[in-house]
């Protein structure tokens, strides 16, 4: 079966540090993988996705980037945090397969708490 | 761009009362998508709905999709505790490549008074 992975669990960083967040997938191959935001009670923004290595698509401008070394790794990078990056960052995964009722279907991981102070 | 729009925003209701939420697309949608989060966690999948004018139960859940294809909603029968959480509707835009790009709607949060 198909499992995601995503560390750190909660992270408190201070405002201009660096930021790595990851998710593996396993279990599959060749998934599509996001990035989404959740702030405090709020809705899902999604930040990049990815089709395949190297390949990212941004869907806001922002200070953070992505990248997706493997098949199955993508990471959320930031150079220097703001206070507004602070959030629930969720990575999902998605069938890349033959279209079926489940290909859309998003899986997401258990999510990283970050706190900029 | 894609805009989906979910009220309310917020319900309370108390144990074993009905509970909707409506979810409403800016564009014609290929398929729209139901995930529930409860408190402290994250979104899980909850159910699929493809087809025009579609209804699908799940137990005290049911969901139906809209004629045109733009709209949805989420019914809960005599609510339990267990309910609890927030209830995010998620379209697919029709036509194109969208490599499986969701729109999330904001979400309705629902709390459950025993």
């Known amino acids: 079966s198909q499992t995601i992975h995503q560390w750190p669990a909660t992270l408190v960083q201070p405002v201009g540090s660096p930021l790595s967040l990851e998710c593996t997938v396993e279990g599959t191959s060749n998934p599509n993988l996001y990035w989404y935001r959740q702030a405090a009670g709020r809705g899902l923004q999604l930040l990049f996705y990815?089709?395949?290595?190297?390949?990212i698509s941004s869907e806001v401008p922002q200070n953070l980037s992505a990248s997706r070394p493997q098949d199955r790794q993508f990471i959320l990078s930031s150079k220097k945090l703001l206070l507004s990056d602070s959030g629930f960052y969720l990575c999902?995964?998605?069938?890349?397969?033959?279209?079926?009722?489940?290909?859309?279907?998003?899986?997401f991981g258990p999510g990283t708490r970050l706190t900029v102070l | 761009g894609q805009q989906v729009m979910q009220i309310p925003q917020y319900q309370h209701v108390q144990e074993g009362e009905d509970f909707t939420t409506y979810c409403n697309s800016s564009?014609?949608?290929?398929?729209i998508q139901w995930y529930k989060q409860r408190p402290g966690g994250h979104p899980v999948f909850l159910i699929q709905l493809v087809k025009s004018g579609e209804v699908k139960k799940q137990k005290r859940l049911t969901f139906q999709f809209g004629e045109a294809k733009k709209n949805s909603s989420l019914h809960i029968t005599a609510t339990q505790t267990t309910d609890v959480g927030t209830y995010f509707c998620?379209?697919?835009?029709?036509?194109?490549?969208?490599?499986?790009?969701?729109?999330f709607g904001q979400g309705t949060i629902l709390t459950v008074h025993p």
């Open positions: 998620a379209g697919l835009k029709a036509g194109g490549t969208s490599y499986g790009k969701l729109t």
């Open positions: 564009t014609t949608l290929s398929n």
């Open positions: 990815s089709v395949g290595i190297g390949q």
């Open positions: 999902a995964w998605t069938s890349s397969g033959a279209r079926t009722v489940s290909r859309d279907t998003q899986y």
